[in-house]
């Protein structure tokens, strides 16, 4: 299988994050994809590919133009008036506020974000583009005929919407490749986001269109993170009504319960008839997991990889969650040796 991996992800390094009350060390770490990788080199998958460069211009299909300028200058904004340390806010916007820009960061820092555990960083933007060009290498692999591809990056993406970042995501990596994939010809594409938190970002990209299916197992948002989105009466809009499929699991999940609703996602894609599928492939679903509070083990990655397969479309599985560092290598080359089984 195709691994594509820059050593570049390491340009975000976050310092610390709001977590349970406490400022804590990022979960969301460089570590996570060395080991990944370190655990796919000692299993002999590959080969290892660098990724292409393509510019912003695919990242603005999915994000706005303004949040990517955002992105691009806020680091600088932020030293200018705070000095050279992690950016993070402090405040948002209630629903009943007014969405106005504030010409000062901390109020910018408000305005496009939704969490306090997501710091913009020195390299972040340079680090969020690179795991774009990751996606998007793994989607032009798959449009020029490769049946499957691993895009190995982070920062993850899931959590990106149009135009805020959160979750630790500030470009939506598998949204901009299945917009790709569209653009390079694929009549409809599917989004299946096996990640342990919703994909509150990709599905409101996609909410309101009927040629990207959005379908997503998580923990349920009455009782986890994202919280304010991923509910199963969340079926999609407009010309997307019947697009979007959300399957809310409660706490202490394990395989055979989420074995069922998975072959429910499967079904419902391919009903929809995707021409080419890309999976949010969070392993935090995992029951050694630090910030998670599903029960799957090291096998049931492998069963789901081999039930992905099932599908027998061009799959495109890009990196998003899973923070049982010491596992982590273990659960994702699980799914991959399980997907080429
Ligand atoms: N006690 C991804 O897996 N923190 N993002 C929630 C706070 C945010 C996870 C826990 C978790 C974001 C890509
Ligand atoms: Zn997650």
């Known amino acids: 299988m195709i691994i594509v991996y820059s050593p570049d992800h390491a340009l975000q390094e976050g310092r610390s994050e709001l977590h349970d009350g406490k400022i804590v060390p990022c979960f969301e770490s460089p570590r996570r994809a060395a080991l990944v990788l370190a655990g796919i080199e000692a299993a002999g998958l590959g080969p290892v590919e660098a ?94 005929g490769a049946p499957c591809a691993f895009a190995l990056g982070r920062p993850p993406g899931h959590h990106a919407g149009r135009a805020h970042y959160g979750g630790y995501c500030f470009f939506n990596n598998a949204a901009i490749a299945a917009q790709a994939l569209r653009d390079r010809g694929a009549a409809r594409v599917a989004v299946l986001d096996v990640d342990y938190h919703h994909g509150n970002g990709t599905q409101e990209i996609f909410y309101d269109r009927g040629d990207v299916l959005f379908v997503s197992l998580h923990a349920d948002p009455k009782q986890e993170y994202p919280y304010f989105l991923g509910f199963a009466d969340e079926t999609g809009s407009g010309a997307g009504e019947g697009a979007t499929a959300n399957y809310p699991l409660p706490f202490g999940t394990g395989w055979d319960t989420y074995a069922e609703a998975l072959d429910h996602a499967l079904g419902r894609i391919a009903a929809f008839g ?60 699980a799914v991959l040796r399980g997907f080429l089984d």
């Open 51 to 144: 990724p292409q460069r393509f510019g912003l211009d695919p990242v603005r299909r999915v994000h706005a133009a303004d949040y990517v300028a955002f992105l691009e200058t806020a680091w600088g904004a932020w030293v200018a008036e705070h000095g050279d340390h992690d950016a993070l806010p402090f405040t948002w916007l209630a629903p009943d506020m007014r969405r106005v820009l504030p010409d000062h960061i901390d109020g910018k820092l408000g305005y496009y974000a939704f969490d306090a555990g997501t710091p913009i960083t020195a390299g972040t933007f340079r680090a969020a583009g690179v795991a774009a060009d990751v996606a998007l290498t793994g989607a032009h692999r798959l449009a020029d």
């Open 274 to 333: 995707a021409e080419a599928v890309v999976v949010s492939l969070g392993v935090d679903a995992y029951k050694g997991d630090p910030i998670s509070r599903f029960r799957l083990d090291t096998p049931d990655f492998a069963a789901l990889g081999r039930r992905l397969a099932g599908l027998r479309r061009p799959t495109l599985l890009v990196m998003e969650g899973g923070y049982a560092v010491e596992a982590i290598g273990l659960n994702v080359v």
